[in-house]
C-alpha cells in the first residue's frame, strides 16, 4: 500500500524536486529529504543494474530512517555506444565530473554519429523499501535520440542533450511539468503508485 510518510532517498536536488512532485499524485503523501535523516548514508551505486542500485539505496535509508523509503535509479541507454553510460551514467565522465562535462563527453563520442543512428532512451527503476525488507520496484522508458549540442536551461543531468520522442525538444527546454508528462522517471513512478495500489486491494492492510 501507498505509504502515509516516506523518505526521498537521493542527495541530488534535482533528482528529489523531481521524486516530491511526482509522489504528489499519489494523494496526501508526508516527503522526508534524507537529509532530514540523522546518520543517512550515501549509498554508492556499485550494482550492475539500475533495480540493484534503487533497491540498495531505498533499504539503506528505510533502515536509517525507521520509515518507508523511496529511491531509483537510472541512465542513458545510447545505441550507437552499445548501450553506454548506462547503469555508470551519473559516473561516465569522473566520479567528480559536473552535467557539463558528461555532457561534453557524450556529444564529442557521437561527434561522427549521423542524426539517424543518434537513437537513445532513459531508462529508470524506482524502489519503495520498508524497514522490514519488503521492497515494490517499477521501470519508466522514455525514447529519444541525442542531440548535436545542448539546448535549453531547465532540468540537470543529461536533460540539455536528449531529445524526448513525445516533446521533439530537449528536456532541458520545457518546463518541469510538461517533462513530467512524459519522462521515464514520471513513468517508473507511476507505474509504482498502479502496483502499491493493487497490493492494497488483494492484500488486508497492515502496518507500513
Given at each position: 500500500?501507498?505509504?502515509a510518510r516516506l523518505v526521498v532517498a537521493s542527495w541530488n536536488p534535482g533528482k528529489v524536486a523531481e521524486l516530491v512532485a511526482l509522489v504528489r499524485e499519489w494523494g496526501g503523501v508526508e516527503c522526508v529529504p534524507?537529509?532530514?535523516?540523522?546518520?543517512?548514508?550515501?549509498v554508492p551505486e556499485g550494482g550492475g543494474t539500475y533495480?540493484?542500485?534503487?533497491?540498495?539505496?531505498?533499504?539503506?535509508?528505510?533502515?536509517?530512517?525507521?520509515?518507508?523509503?523511496?529511491?531509483?535509479?537510472?541512465?542513458?541507454?545510447?545505441?550507437?555506444?552499445?548501450?553506454?553510460?548506462?547503469v555508470r551514467s551519473a559516473r561516465w565522465?569522473?566520479?567528480?565530473a559536473s552535467d557539463a562535462d558528461r555532457n561534453a563527453r557524450l556529444l564529442a563520442a557521437l561527434a561522427d554519429v549521423p542524426d539517424a543512428r543518434r537513437t537513445a532512451r532513459f531508462r529508470c527503476v524506482v524502489a519503495l523499501a520498508w524497514p522490514d525488507g519488503r521492497v515494490e520496484t517499477a521501470e519508466g522508458v522514455c525514447e529519444g535520440r541525442i542531440a548535436r549540442a545542448p539546448r535549453g536551461a531547465r532540468g540537470f543531468g543529461y536533460d540539455p542533450v536528449f531529445v524526448a520522442d513525445d516533446l521533439g525538444v530537449t528536456f532541458a527546454e520545457v518546463?518541469?511539468?510538461?517533462?513530467?508528462?512524459?519522462?521515464?522517471?514520471?513513468?517508473a513512478m507511476r507505474a509504482l503508485g498502479a502496483a502499491l495500489r493493487r497490493r492494497a486491494l488483494r492484500v488486508p492492510a497492515g502496518p507500513c
Open positions: 500500500m501507498i505509504p534524507l537529509a532530514a535523516v540523522p546518520g543517512a548514508p550515501r533495480g540493484e542500485n534503487a533497491i540498495a539505496k531505498a533499504r539503506a535509508a528505510a533502515r536509517a530512517s525507521g520509515l518507508p523509503a523511496l529511491a531509483d535509479d537510472s541512465g542513458l541507454e545510447v545505441d550507437a555506444l552499445g548501450g553506454a553510460p548506462g565522465a569522473g566520479d567528480d518546463p518541469a511539468g510538461e517533462k513530467r508528462r512524459v519522462d521515464f522517471r514520471a513513468r
